[in-house]
Each structure stands twice: as C-alpha cells, then as structure tokens.
C-alpha cells in the first residue's frame, strides 16, 4: 500500500510559480501511475496532470496544459506538480495520488491512493 504526503503549498500572488511534492512510502511506487488533481473551495476535484510509472508519458488538463509540469523521481520516490502562471481560480486543496492502472488516467477514479492535500492560495 503506497503512502502519499504532499508538501510545497502556500500563499503566492498571480502570475507566480510553485512546485508541489508528493512523497511516496510504503510500496512501490515506481510500479504505480500517478497524478494531480486539486479540489477548490465549494467545487468538485478536478484533474490537473498525470504521468506514467517509468515517467516517459504525461497527459494534462487542457486548463493547465503550458503552465503545469508532472515530473517524478522514482528513485527519491517524489512526484512533482511545477505550476507557472498562476491564476486566482487556482485556489484550491491539491492532492497527489497513485494507481497501478494508466487507462482513464484523468478520471479520479481509477486512483486508490490519495495523500492528505496541500493548500495553494493564489492572490490577485
């Protein structure tokens, strides 16, 4: 069972940057897709990005497609979630998560593991 702890979120103005981390323990995580999704306030969790367990494959949201960047080290077992130019409506819990399945790769449902969240605030 792969466990999943996000870190790097906070407050940052519009037009700024941040890198999000999502470490993973417990099992193999470099066996495992995974990928990002943020939920905010009052909305719906939503896809952002996804990449495959050997890391040479990624699909994103046509939202954040240009400004978010998936990336993984599968020996630190670290994700990463890069995030450029960020807009206000980018407020929102993230979350990482894991799953041995690649097919629907956006949809939250294929995803059995889940990390706790960080919070991102984006300020106009």
């Known amino acids: 069972q792969v466990q999943l702890v996000e870190s790097g979120g906070g407050s940052v103005q519009a037009g700024g940057s941040l890198r999000l981390s999502c470490a993973a323990s417990g099992g193999i995580f470099s066996r495992h897709n995974a990928a990002w999704f943020r939920q905010p306030p009052g909305k719906e969790r939503e896809f952002l990005g996804a990449i495959n367990y050997s890391g040479d494959n990624t699909n994103y949201a046509d939202s954040v497609t240009g400004r978010f960047t998936v990336s993984r080290d599968s020996v630190k077992q670290i994700m990463y979630l890069q995030m450029h130019t960020l807009k206000p409506e980018g407020t929102a819990v993230y979350y990482c998560?894991?799953?041995?399945?690649?097919?629907?790769?956006?949809?939250?449902?294929?995803?059995?593991?889940w990390g706790q969240g960080t919070q991102v605030t984006v300020s106009s």
């Open positions: 998560a894991a799953s041995p399945t690649w097919a629907d790769s956006w949809s939250s449902y294929v995803y059995h593991n």
